[in-house]
């Protein structure tokens, strides 16, 4: 039997919605996470000739499968 290949699908956290907001409407999809992962975002800052780049914020992003894959 062959395996299906399932493409990877992502749900960030949108600026206006909480972590448990996003969680909801993963579920509402049909879709249950596998893997949550925190990227920084970071600001360039200037001064002089010093280049130095501050945490502003974080991007978090869930990868998930179909709920009845599991």
């Known amino acids: 039997m062959k395996n299906k290949q399932q493409k990877k699908v992502t749900y960030e956290v949108q600026e206006?919605?909480?972590v448990s907001d996003?969680?909801?409407?993963?579920?509402?999809?049909?879709?249950t996470p596998v893997r949550r992962t925190e990227?920084?975002?970071?600001?360039?800052?200037t001064g002089g000739k010093d280049v130095?780049?501050?945490?502003?914020?974080?991007?978090?992003i869930f990868e998930v499968k179909k709920a009845d894959m599991l």
């Open 16 to 18: 206006n919605e909480t």
């Open 22 to 31: 996003c969680l909801d409407r993963i579920q509402k999809d049909g879709y």
């Open 39 to 45: 990227v920084p975002i970071f600001q360039e800052k």
């Open 52 to 60: 130095s780049y501050e945490p502003v914020g974080r991007q978090i």
